[in-house]
């Protein structure tokens, strides 16, 4: 099977992109915060509604193999504040599209353009905690769960390094724990932390170790892990290195799960920054 194509939004792909995006809100509202009726009001107030939204960072379309059109798209806005992640927003491919790795191409043509044109700024998104399969395919493409957003009911935050995975280091688990947020064998949402959802994860481990590597990135003072679900599962094995992407990151702002650096851990951090850059 062909992978699917991939493309940026240009002007003249104002109609499409208009098309495709409330057909997402129509069919999928439940997985979005904007409703189609509420876009219609502002498009009749603003002229300049759809113009803005391709403007506004980028918007990338997708096209599974014999498509005769685009039947996805996403966009991703840089932050205003410099230093915070930019957002990933609107993923969306059409149900009859589903299983063809149309989402997956959508994405990662997001993480290429973000390698591209904002070097170095990590990304972020959002999703509903309950829907599992948006959830598995932001982890397979490199994102790890940061916490819960109590300024969005129900959904989740997910961040990942910026630019497509390179290989791994392997770090200590004993080092990794110093840096997550919180232990997932105790705290977390009733949808994400339950004990069949860690025993789910600890048997695919046993199978096949961990295979998705979390993402530990370093700044002056701190650091932040994503992750710590696959951290419960690697001490639940008694593992003692985990495969781990380590990177960079600006010294503020200062996210709310980032842990202080412990100045027995730098030399070790730094020798894998350098292994990673």
């Not at 997550?180 to 064998?185: F, G, K, L, W, Y």
């Not at 096949?208 to 992750?227: S, Y």
Request: aromatic share 4%; net charge negative; glycine share 6%.
């Amino acid at each position: 099977m062909s992978v699917p194509s991939t493309r940026l939004a240009v002007p003249a792909d104002r109609e499409l992109v208009r098309r495709l995006r409330l057909r997402t809100l129509r069919e999928s509202f439940e997985a979005f915060r904007t409703q189609a009726e509420d876009v219609l009001v502002q498009e009749a107030q603003d002229p300049q509604y759809w113009d803005r939204f391709l403007a506004d960072g980028a918007c990338l379309l997708v096209t599974p193999e014999g498509a005769p059109e685009p039947l996805g798209l996403a966009r991703i806005v840089p932050s205003a504040t410099a230093g915070e992640p930019a957002s990933i927003h609107s993923v969306w491919v059409a149900p009859e599209t589903r299983g063809s790795g149309a989402g997956r191409a959508l994405v990662d043509a997001c993480i290429d353009w973000a390698e591209e044109h904002l070097p170095g700024v990590r990304l972020r998104l959002h999703v509903m905690e309950q829907n599992a399969a948006a959830r598995r395919l932001y982890e397979h493409c490199g994102f790890g769960e940061v916490a819960p957003d109590p300024e969005r009911p129900g959904q989740i935050r997910m961040e990942r390094r910026s630019g497509r995975a390179r290989p791994a280091v392997l770090l200590s688990t004993e080092l990794l724990v110093r840096y997550r947020a919180v232990d997932r064998e105790q705290v977390g949402s009733p949808h994400r932390d339950t004990a069949a959802h860690l025993d789910a994860l600890e048997a695919d481990a046993r199978l096949h170790g961990i295979r998705i590597p979390l993402d530990l990135a370093v700044a002056e003072e701190f650091a932040t892990l994503d992750g710590n679900h696959r951290l419960a599962v690697a001490l639940r094995l008694g593992l003692t290195e985990v495969p781990v992407h380590v990177t960079r990151r600006p010294s503020s702002p200062r996210p709310e799960h980032a842990q202080p650096l412990q100045p027995g851990d730098r030399e070790l951090l730094e020798e894998a920054l350098a292994q990673e850059e």
